[in-house]
């Protein structure tokens, strides 16, 4: 089906079923119930999920397969932000040419910046593309927004007002849509105790995410994507073999960079609104976390990792005092005080402390990422099965 | 007239004279070797040859095209390959797909997006690297990961890789250097086997007798910069020249 294997078939089909029933996924506990503040089923959380998943799938295009780290892939998530909201500002609030405009200008301003970085490799090109992405944020945030050449309104942060021109907009609606139809609309199902939230804008970013997913998919099973991997293990070997990697990484870091600009363009039309903090290196930082952490060079793992950090940072930053209280009210006074001081450091503000510790044991113990740690499980059961666990030394990994 | 041409060739580091008048000829369909003490100027000349290094004089020509200043990927495409001190493969691929890319730089060139074609359906970059793999027996292990191989089979599969592109001449940069004696003879086995089969062109450069004269027909020795003697291998194992360079320091 669609000139892949059967096993990618397969792989195509559970990221398609995953993604379309994310709401029912995403929300495994009872509105009521006291885990139901550990269910990520609601719109604007799954929206990141698939936005960051694209742009992580695009990332590893570059760095999974090349292994060229790029420190500075926010950048053109950010200009693909702008790109889209001005659209909505002349045009009107249809996200099509809004998300076709931020791909194709990140398209240009990756070429650009991959020209210059793509001539050194290494350290000295995550230097170089680190410093572009913080000159780009330090332009988007002060020198292009003065008041004669206003492209990113600085601080503030570009979104539309009601003088701004709109010129297709006619009757159309007040807020980002798809022909009329509103991102913002959703359909609530209830099932007894469960509130399933099916959400336009979410769909869009879920289809968005599948064809992205797909995309990637063909570029590993091609020649193209044969090379790019022959660039990440020997160049010298590549370039005496009569190929010339630079057309290849540039190739690759285009592509990255436009599955970067497709991901803030969607950022903008769920919510068209983009700041200069988008393109800041700490948002560069994170999509090499969830890289990393999902599995580098892997299929589905940029897909987990931006779902592991993204639930993170939503979730796991919402639990507070109180709520340790009600989990540890069941002990006694003294010794609830005492498990919720111990607990308090990892959640609430500090989310990142676990997500830190979390990302160390997966770098030391999983170099292959939550994806290799699947794959170890996977293989141990299975030969359970077979040989009912007599022999489990033969899936230790010779190093 | 050779197929590699090398004249007049001088290179100067600072105060070194590191090669002085260089003229050699490779002739088509001969294993050539170029030997020399250490420091002769053997890698300097090799350099010079894939266009690392630009002589400050003289002329490098490939079938009457001069190699001067061109990118490795660029002499490769005119049908140079090279074999390295230490096997130059992609480890972490597979011993298949080694053998593909070779396959798809010939047939695609520099540069080609075929971001969308799958690799599966390649079917004659597919059987050629087969075909390959079978000529060099190795077709048994086509789904290893090259990291995984002995040195000798990784040497085998650099080989095949650039066999595989049907190149016109064979450069080899001390192909045995650290290897056990037995790898050692295997190599020249190799070598001595795809000769016959193929009749290509091969230049070698290499310190180690045993290999130089099992294997070539004709032999340059080099010895501070410069060509003493080229001749056939039983003429120079007589040579005064040679033994004076090789050992005569002691006597000095």
């Given amino acids: 089906m669609l000139k892949l294997d059967k096993k990618d078939t397969t792989l195509f089909l559970v990221v398609i079923a995953m993604t379309l029933l994310a709401p029912f996924i995403m929300n495994p506990f009872p509105t009521d119930s006291g885990l139901a503040q550990f269910n990520a089923g609601y719109p604007d959380l799954m929206q990141r999920f698939a936005i960051f998943g694209i742009f992580a ?343 | 007239m050779g197929i590699l041409e090398i004249k007049d060739v001088n290179k100067r580091f600072g105060g070194l004279q590191a090669l002085s008048n260089v003229n050699l000829s490779v002739k088509e369909g001969t294993i050539h070797a170029i030997i020399g003490p250490n420091g002769a100027g053997k890698s300097t000349l090799l350099n010079c040859l894939i266009g690392k290094l630009i002589p400050d004089t003289g002329t490098v020509t490939f079938e009457g095209q001069s190699v001067l200043g061109r990118k490795p990927h660029e002499i490769n495409q005119m049908g140079i390959s090279r074999v390295f001190q230490t096997p130059e493969i992609f480890t972490d691929l597979t011993v298949f797909e080694n053998v593909m890319i070779p396959c798809l730089a010939k047939r695609d060139g520099a540069f080609q997006l075929n971001a969308f074609k799958p690799v599966l359906g390649e079917t004659d970059i597919i059987e050629k690297a087969e075909q390959m793999l079978i000529d060099l027996k190795m077709i048994d292990k086509r789904h290893e990961i090259a990291s995984s191989m002995s040195r000798g089979d990784k040497r085998r599969l650099e080989m095949a890789m650039c066999l595989a592109q049907d190149p016109k001449l064979l450069l080899l940069d001390e192909p045995t250097a650290g290897m056990a004696r037995a790898d050692t003879n295997n190599t020249i086995e190799l070598l001595k086997e795809i000769q016959e089969k193929r009749g290509l062109t091969m230049a070698i450069i290499e310190h180690d007798m045993h290999v130089v004269f099992s294997l070539a027909e004709r032999i340059t020795v080099l010895a501070q910069g410069t060509p003493i003697v080229e001749d056939a291998p039983e003429n120079i194992k007589g040579n005064k020249k040679v033994q004076e360079a090789y050992l005569g320091g002691a006597h000095e």
């Fill in chain 1, 57 to 399: 799938i695009g990332f590893n295009i570059l760095f999974g397969l090349t292994g060229y780290l790029s420190f500075g892939h926010a950048a053109f998530l950010g200009v693909g932000s702008y790109a889209a909201v001005w659209m909505f500002k002349l045009l009107s609030f249809n996200i099509l040419p809004a998300i076709f405009l931020a791909v194709l200008v990140a398209a240009i301003f990756s070429l650009a910046i991959g020209f210059v970085c793509l001539r050194r490799s290494g350290i000295y090109f995550s230097i170089l593309t680190l410093a572009f992405a913080q000159m780009s944020f330090a332009m988007a945030y002060s020198v292009l927004s003065n008041p004669s050449f206003n492209l990113t309104n600085g601080e503030t942060g570009l979104q539309v007002y009601a003088d701004d021109p709109q010129i297709l907009k006619g009757s159309g609606p007040d807020a980002t849509h798809l022909f009329g139809l509103e991102m913002r609309n959703t359909f609530t199902l209830d099932v007894g105790a469960w509130a399933f939230q099916f959400n336009l804008g979410f769909y869009i970013c879920a289809m968005f995410l599948i064809l992205a997913f797909y995309i990637s998919l063909r570029i590993f099973r091609s020649p193209f994507g044969l090379i790019l991997r022959a660039i990440k293990t020997n160049q010298t070997r590549l370039n005496f073999t009569g190929t010339n990697s630079r057309p290849y990484t540039l190739a690759a870091f285009v592509i990255s960079g436009m599955y970067a600009g497709l991901a803030g363009g969607l950022m903008a039309a769920m919510d068209p609104l983009a700041g200069a903090e988008r393109m800041q290196w700490t948002a560069s930082g994170e999509v090499v976390l969830m890289t990393i952490l999902g599995g580098a060079g892997t299929l589905l793992g940029p897909i987990l990792g931006a779902g592991f950090i993204k639930y993170f940072e939503n979730i796991f930053s919402k639990i507070n005092d109180s709520v340790l209280q009600s989990w540890f009210s069941f002990m006694p006074d003294g010794l609830s005080d005492f498990f919720v001081s111990i607990v308090h450091p990892f959640v609430g503000k500090g989310w990142h402390l676990t997500l830190g510790l979390l990302f160390m044991l997966v770098v030391t113990f999983l170099p292959g990422g939550l994806v290799e740690g699947g794959q170890k499980i996977w293989s141990r059961l299975r030969n359970k099965d077979k040989d009912g666990g007599a022999k489990s030394t033969a899936t230790t990994p010779a190093e």
